[in-house]
Nanobody
Framework: QVQLVESGGGLVQAGGSLRLSCAAS????????MGWFRQAPGKEREFVAA????????YYTDSVKGRFTISRDNAKNTVYLQMESLKPEDTAVYYC???????????????????WGQGTQVTVSS
């Protein structure tokens, strides 16, 4: 089992920044591939960013490229999502997720993630 706890969400004005953190416990964090997803009211959960176990590979959905940065600190068992130039359409509950697959280390598909956090609310006001 893997426990994931997100933090860092909040209310920010458009153009502002936030850094989300996701602390993991229960398994060797350095073997986990990690992802961030988000779900806005009335919409399906969507992929935001992913990072492989070593941090050597990352991938982003087009709408956040150049604004968001995913990173990890394996010594602290934590993955981060630095969000810059936030827009009202970024408003959502943000979830981190862990993927143990040795094959699909970077995945945009929520079904390939094995463990999920409880989510943290990000609200961007216009």
């Amino acid at each position: 089992q893997v426990q994931l706890v997100e933090s860092g969400g909040g209310l920010v004005q458009a153009g502002g920044s936030l850094r989300l953190s996701c602390a993991a416990s229960g398994r060797t964090f350095s073997r986990l591939n990690m992802g961030w997803f988000r779900q806005a009211p009335g919409k399906e959960r969507e992929f935001v960013a992913a990072i492989n176990w070593s941090g050597g590979r990352t991938y982003y959905t087009d709408s956040v490229k150049g604004r968001f940065t995913i990173s990890r600190d394996n010594a602290k068992n934590t993955v981060y999502l630095q969000m810059e130039s936030l827009k009202p359409e970024d408003t959502a509950v943000y979830y981190c997720a862990a993927n143990m697959s040795p094959v699909f280390s970077i995945s945009t598909m929520s079904g390939r993630y094995d463990f999920w956090g409880q989510g943290t609310q990000v609200t961007v006001s216009s």
